[in-house]
């Protein structure tokens, strides 16, 4: 299919140069959306955790690797270190209060399952459990880690993947103070869109 600029005419004005910035002003433009997920892990004793993350990725398709950063302070940062596994959940939008739950309160504090009321059901490849409530789940063996600074980043390799049939479809998004989509561009396999920064 052949490139069209319709949407889209690079050009900058004058005004528009770039000037010095300071970092957290600099990153908005990309900070937001993030895509969400909760990742389970569980301690030497077996016992499960959730954490929710904005900080993942698709490092490798061959193998598949998700990549994870986690605070080197968590409780879910020991327990993948300790056990070298976790299951990447993707919640929909209806987890958003259970999201946020699992984002702001410690394992070292609170047992988030009773709290959240999560279902856990065993994984087939790994200790920590699937959620039930979420639309997919990927269980993980961590295949390499990297520190960087304050966080840790696992490179975890998918060896099991799940799909539920829920009636929620909604991904849950961390955005920014605009909001919005706007599809600009699309050939058969991507579709490029903008989001307000
Ligand atoms: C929407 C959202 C996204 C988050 N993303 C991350 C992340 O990518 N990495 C991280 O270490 N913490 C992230 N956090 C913060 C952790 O979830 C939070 O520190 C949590 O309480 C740690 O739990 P734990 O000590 O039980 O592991 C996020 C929180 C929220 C609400």
Known sequence: MKPSRENYVPHIHEDEIMKPQELTRATHAWGAPERIALVSSVD????PNLIAVGWAMCAGM??????????????SC?????????????PGADLAADVLYCGSHSGREV???AATGFTATPASQVRPPLLAECLSNLECRVIATQD??????????????WTSERQEQRALLLVGDGGGYETLLRNDIFRLGAVRA
């Not at 061959?62 to 409780?75: C, D, F, M, R, T």
């Open 44 to 47: 030497e004793a077996g016992k």
């Open 78 to 90: 020991a327990n993948v270190t300790a056990t070298g596994q976790f299951v990447f959940a993707v």
């Open 62 to 75: 061959e193998p598949p690797v998700i990549a994870i950063g986690l605070g080197s302070k968590s409780h």
């Open 111 to 113: 047992d988030k399952f």
């Open 148 to 161: 960087v600074g304050d966080h840790r980043t696992f490179f975890g390799e998918v060896v099991a993947a």
